[in-house]
C-alpha cells in the first residue's frame, strides 16, 4: 500500500535560517505529491502540490519538487519566519484512489 | 459556506455511548472525505464520498463506525459504543471534483471517550 515517511521533529530554527523537512513516499502509480500545514489553532491547509515527475510546486517561500527517481518531495525554505512556525504534512494521492496517505507531520518552530 | 465547517468542536461521550459528528461541506464540493487523526500523527482515511455514494470505507476501523451522506451535502459521521481508543481528532475534508484536487478541510472535532 501507499505510505509517506517525513523527517522526525521536533525542528527548531533561528528566524532567517535554510528549512528543509525531508518526505520520501512508496506508491503504486503516479500518485500526485501535497504539502499541508496546520499551524496553531487552525485546521489543515494546503500549501503546494506537484502532479508529475521534475514538477515544482511553490508558495508563500516554500518549495518543493516531484523527485520520482528518489521518490522524495523534500519541502525547502530559504530564509524562515517566526510566521511560518506549524505543523507540516506532506501527503500523496494515487491517480487511481481518492484517498490521501498523510505523513506524521514534522512540527517547526522557528525562534526570533 | 465560506469553509468546511464540523461540529461540535469537542465532544466528550462515556465509554459505550453512541455519537454523532457532523460535517457540512463547502457548497458545490462533489467529494467527502473523513480522517482520523490521533495525537502526533497525521490524518488516516476513514471513508469517501462522491456525492451521495459511499465509494470506499477500507478505513473505518470497525463496524462501530458508520458514515452517511444521504442528500450529497451534509455527512454523518455516527460511532456506536464508544471505546477509549475512539479518542482522536475526527477530520472531514472536501475537493470540488476529482479527488486528486487539494483537500479543504474543516477544523476538525475532537472526541474524548472517557
Known amino acids: 500500500g501507499n505510505s509517506v515517511t517525513q523527517m522526525e521533529g521536533p525542528v527548531t530554527l533561528s528566524e532567517e535560517a535554510f528549512l528543509t523537512i525531508n518526505c520520501t513516499y512508496t506508491a503504486t502509480g503516479y500518485p500526485s505529491l501535497f504539502w499541508y500545514v496546520q499551524y496553531p489553532g487552525e485546521g489543515l491547509q494546503l500549501l503546494l502540490k506537484a502532479t508529475k515527475a521534475d514538477d515544482k510546486g511553490s508558495n508563500k517561500g516554500f518549495e518543493a519538487t516531484y523527485r520520482k527517481e528518489t521518490t522524495s518531495f523534500h519541502l525547502e525554505k530559504g530564509s524562515v519566519q517566526v510566521s511560518d512556525s506549524a505543523v507540516y504534512f506532506c501527503?500523496?494521492?494515487?491517480?487511481?484512489?481518492?484517498?490521501?496517505?498523510f505523513g506524521d507531520g514534522t512540527t517547526l518552530t522557528v525562534k526570533p | 459556506g465560506a469553509g468546511v465547517s464540523q461540529s461540535p468542536r469537542y465532544k466528550v461521550a462515556k465509554r459505550g455511548q453512541d455519537v454523532a459528528l457532523r460535517c457540512d461541506p463547502i457548497?458545490?464540493?462533489?467529494?467527502l472525505f473523513w480522517y482520523q487523526q490521533a495525537l502526533g500523527q497525521g490524518p488516516e482515511f476513514l471513508t469517501y464520498f462522491q456525492n451521495e455514494a459511499q465509494l470506499d470505507k477500507s478505513g473505518l476501523p470497525s463496524d462501530r463506525f458508520f458514515a452517511e451522506r444521504p442528500e450529497g451535502s451534509v455527512s454523518t459521521l455516527k460511532i456506536q459504543r464508544t471505546q477509549q481508543e475512539d479518542s482522536a481528532v475526527y477530520l472531514c475534508?472536501?475537493?470540488?471534483?476529482?479527488?486528486?484536487?487539494?483537500?479543504?478541510f474543516g477544523s476538525g472535532t475532537q472526541l474524548s471517550v472517557l
Open positions: 501527503a500523496l494521492t494515487s491517480t487511481n484512489a481518492g484517498k490521501s496517505t
Open positions: 457548497s458545490g464540493h462533489v467529494s
Open positions: 475534508a472536501s475537493t470540488q471534483g476529482r479527488t486528486n484536487e487539494k483537500l479543504f
